[in-house]
C-alpha cells in the first residue's frame, strides 16, 4: 500500500469542506465526499451508507470505485455483514483479509473480490448512528493508523452534514414498495417537547416574505424611501401589539416576554436609524432592513450559544414581518382546521398566537428541543408538543391527518383507522382524568399517611392570581421580578416597581408571597444594560451583579418592603448566591432599607430574607447559609444544568441534562438535611415540580413546599395524595442505590403505574 496522499490531514479536510460546500444538494455533498476520499485517501474504493430506520437497512447512497454488478438499490440488513458489524459496535473495524472474517457475508450484486483490506468507520451525531463510511484496498494489510485517523476526523465532519441534511428533510430515502404496508403504522421518532395526544390536520406554516431573497437596488429619493420604510414598520408595529395582547391573555409573563422584546425593537430608535442610514446612503427600504436585521442575527449566532441562537431566529422573524408589510403583500387569510396540528422547520411564537387557541391541539417543529421556547409555550397552553423531528420532511406533513404523541415525541402520519381508534380512546381518557383533577381543587396536598406539602405558584408580571385559584394553589413560591424589568427600555423607578409589586400581593391576600430580587445575566438580559460575556452562565449574573450595583438593588428591596405594608412580612429570595459573603451583604442592605422606612413612618415588618440554592458551592454551604437567612429554595434547572455541567439549552447535550440523575439527587438531599437542621423551611422550584415522576422523590426528600406552573398544579397534587411518604422514601432509598439516571426513570415510571397513574407519564389510563 502506498504512502499517505502528499497533502496534509488538515489540508485534506479543508479540500472535503470546500467541495462539500460548494455542492447544490446534500445528495451531490456526499457524493462529492466519498468522491475526494478516494482520491486524497490511498484506496482502491469508497462507499457510504445511510441507516434507513423504516426498512431496517443501511442503504447505499454514494460510491466511488465499487465494481457493482447489479441495477438494484443496494440494501444491507441491518446486522448483516462487516457493514452490520461496524454499526453494531459502533466503532472503527479495520481488517486485511476482510472475505475469511466470520462476519462477511458474500454479495452477488457487488464484485468485491477485487479487494483484500476493509475499514468501516460509524458515521455518529449526538449518540445516533446515522450510517457507516468503507473504504476497500487491495493487498492483504490492514490500514495504516495514520489513515485510519485522518477517516475519522472525515467522518466527524461527515457526521454534522447528515444530521443537518435529515433534520431539513433534505435527505430522505424512501422505503421499497413491500415495505410501505407493513410500516404505515410506524410512528416518526423526534423529541417530546410537551406531553398529551392529539389527532388532526397538519397545517404547514412558513415566512411569507423572505429577507434572503432580497436583491440591492439603488435609489435617488432617499426620504420617500424611508417614509415607506417608516409606515412599514408602523403596520408590524401594530399586527406585534395585537398579537402580545393575544399572549397576555393566553400567557404569563414569563412565556408572553418574547412579544414584549418584538415591541422594544420596534420601538428602537437605534433599529430605524440603522435602516435610515443605509437607505440614506443609496439602498432601497428592502435592502436596509435585511442589512441589519442579518448583521444583527450574526452577531446573536456568532456568540455560539443556543439560547441565543433561538432569539436570532427570533429576529429574522420580526424582520420578515416588516419586509411583508415593505412589499405590500394582502395578508392571506387562512382558515384554521377545527383541529389543527401547526408544522414548521422552525416555528415561532408569533405564527403560534395566529391560530385561534380553540382550534390549535398540537406542534410539530422540525427544530428544536424539550426546552426551546416554543415547547416551552406549549407546555403553557397544554397542548402536546414534538420537537426536533429529523429525517422527515414537513412538507409530508401537511394536509395530513397527524396523530401526535407528546410523551414520547413521536407523530404518526395518516394513520389506519384502528390506531387512530386507540389514540382517540387515549385522548378521550385524558379529557376525563382532567375533570376528574378538578374535585381536587379545595382538598390539600397530603398523602395518604397525613404528610403535606404546599403547591405554590412561579408567576411574574400578569395576575395569575384567578388560575391559581381554578387550581387551588396556596400561594407564590416564585415572582419572577426581571420580568419587570426585561419589558421596559429602561430601569424600572422605585414608584413604577412599588405599584407592580402592590399589585401581586393584594392578589394573594392572606397567602404566601416569594419575591426573587432582580435576576439578570446567564440567558436573561436588559436591552439597555448589556453583559457580553464568552461563558455568560459562569459570568456575572444574580447577587453578583445586584451588589456590584447597590442603587438597583436597593432600589428594589425599597419598593418591595414598601409594598408589603398591611400585609405581614414579605418572602425576599436572593439569585446566584456562591458564598456566605454575598448572603450577609445582601442581608446587611435589606436591613438597611427596612430601618430607613421604620425612621420614615412607614410601619413595615422586616421581610423573611432566604435565598436561591443553584450552584455545588450554595450546595456545601447550605447549612451556613440556612442559618444566617429564614429559608432557602432550590433552583432545579440551573442547580442541575451546574451541577451536570450541562447546558440546558444546548441541543447537542440535551440527553445528558436529567434531574433525576443520582448526583443531583444527593445534591437535593444534602440541602434538605441541611435546612431542617438549621430549623428551617425549603421549598424547590423549577421543571423538576412539574415532572410526575421527580415529584414522588421530592416528597421523599422533605422539601415543605413546591413551586411550580399553574397548570400543572392539579397533576402534582393527586399524585402526592396517591403515595404514602412511607412508599416514596423506599423508592428515594433505591434510586439513591442506583448509578444512571435511566434506571431511576424506569423506577419511578413502575411506581406511577403500580397505583394508576400511568396516564401521567404516557397515553391512555389503563
Known sequence: MSGVNHLTAQAILRKVNQAVEAAPSPSTALAAYVSLLKELIPCSAAALFLCDDDSGEYVLVAEEGLPIESEEFIRIKYGDGLVGLVAEKEALINVSCFASHEQYIADARVDESLFDSFLGLPIIDGAALLGV??????????????????????????????????????????????????????????????????????????????????????????????????????????????????????????????????????????????????????????????????????????????????????????????????????????????????????????????????????????????????????????????????????????????????????????????????????????????????????????????????????????????????????????????????????????????????????????????????????????????????????????????????????????AMIRASEGHGPLKMMLPMVTSLFEAEEALRLIIQVHQELLEAGIAVEMPSVGTMIEVPAAVYQSYELAKRLSFLSVGSNDLTQYVLAVDRNNPRVADYYDSLHPAVLMALQQVVKSAHKAGKPVGICGEMCSDPLSVILLLALGFDSLSMNARILPRIKWIIRSFTLETAQELLKEALSMHDPREVRQLLEDALEAVGLGGLIRAGRQ
Open 133 to 558: 463510511v468503507v473504504l476497500y484496498a487491495e493487498g492483504k494489510h490492514i490500514f495504516p493508523d495514520e489513515w485510519c485517523s485522518i477517516c475519522l476526523t472525515l467522518t466527524v465532519n461527515l457526521a454534522v452534514l447528515v444530521a443537518q441534511a435529515k433534520a431539513k428533510g433534505k435527505l430522505t430515502m424512501t422505503a421499497s414498495p413491500n415495505c410501505r404496508a407493513r410500516y404505515k403504522d410506524q410512528a416518526i421518532s423526534a423529541l417530546p417537547g410537551a406531553p398529551g395526544i392529539a389527532i388532526g390536520k397538519g397545517v404547514l406554516v412558513f415566512p411569507e416574505a423572505d429577507l434572503d431573497a432580497v436583491p440591492d437596488k439603488e435609489i435617488k429619493d432617499a426620504t420617500s424611501e424611508i417614509k415607506r420604510f417608516d409606515h412599514a414598520l408602523t403596520q408590524a408595529k401594530e399586527g406585534m401589539i395585537a398579537l402580545h395582547n393575544r399572549a397576555k391573555e393566553t400567557f404569563s409573563a414569563a412565556e408572553s416576554a418574547i412579544f414584549d422584546a418584538y415591541l422594544r425593537i420596534l420601538d428602537s430608535r437605534t433599529f430605524s436609524d440603522k435602516v435610515h442610514d443605509i437607505i440614506r446612503n443609496g439602498q432601497w427600504a428592502e435592502g436596509a432592513l435585511r442589512c441589519v436585521i442579518k448583521a444583527q442575527v450574526a452577531q446573536f449566532e456568532a456568540l455560539d450559544d443556543p439560547y441565543l441562537s433561538e432569539r436570532a431566529d427570533d429576529l429574522s422573524d420580526l424582520g420578515r414581518r416588516v419586509l411583508f408589510f415593505l412589499q405590500e403583500k394582502e395578508k392571506e387569510t387562512r382558515t384554521y382546521p377545527e383541529k389543527t396540528i401547526l408544522v414548521s422547520e422552525s416555528l415561532t411564537a408569533s405564527a403560534l398566537l395566529e391560530v385561534p387557541h380553540e382550534r390549535l391541539i398540537g406542534i410539530v417543529s422540525a427544530t428544536g428541543s424539550a426546552n426551546a421556547h416554543i415547547a416551552i409555550l406549549a407546555r403553557a397552553m397544554g397542548i402536546p408538543a414534538i420537537m426536533g423531528m429529523h429525517g422527515v420532511s414537513v412538507i409530508d406533513l401537511s394536509d395530513k391527518t397527524l396523530v401526535l404523541d407528546g410523551y414520547y415525541g413521536q407523530v404518526y402520519v395518516s394513520p389506519s383507522r384502528a390506531l387512530k381508534r386507540e389514540f382517540q380512546s387515549f385522548s378521550k381518557e385524558e379529557s376525563e382524568l382532567d375533570a376528574e383533577l378538578v374535585a381536587l381543587k379545595d382538598l390539600p396536598a397530603e398523602t395518604l399517611d397525613n404528610h403535606k406539602v404546599s403547591l405554590l405558584i412561579n408567576t411574574g408580571l400578569h395576575d395569575d392570581s384567578r388560575l391559581a385559584s381554578c387550581v387551588g394553589a396556596e400561594g407564590v413560591g416564585l415572582y419572577r421580578s426581571e420580568l419587570l424589568f426585561m419589558r421596559e427600555n429602561r430601569f424600572p423607578s422605585e414608584n413604577e416597581q412599588y405599584v407592580a409589586y402592590k399589585h401581586l400581593i393584594d392578589s394573594f391576600p392572606n397567602q404566601p408571597i416569594t419575591m426573587r430580587t432582580l435576576d439578570i445575566g446567564g440567558d436573561k438580559s436588559l436591552p439597555y444594560f448589556p453583559i457580553q460575556e464568552d461563558n455568560p452562565f459562569l459570568g456575572w449574573r444574580g447577587i453578583r451583579v445586584t451588589l456590584d450595583h447597590p442603587e438597583i438593588f436597593l432600589q428594589q428591596v425599597r
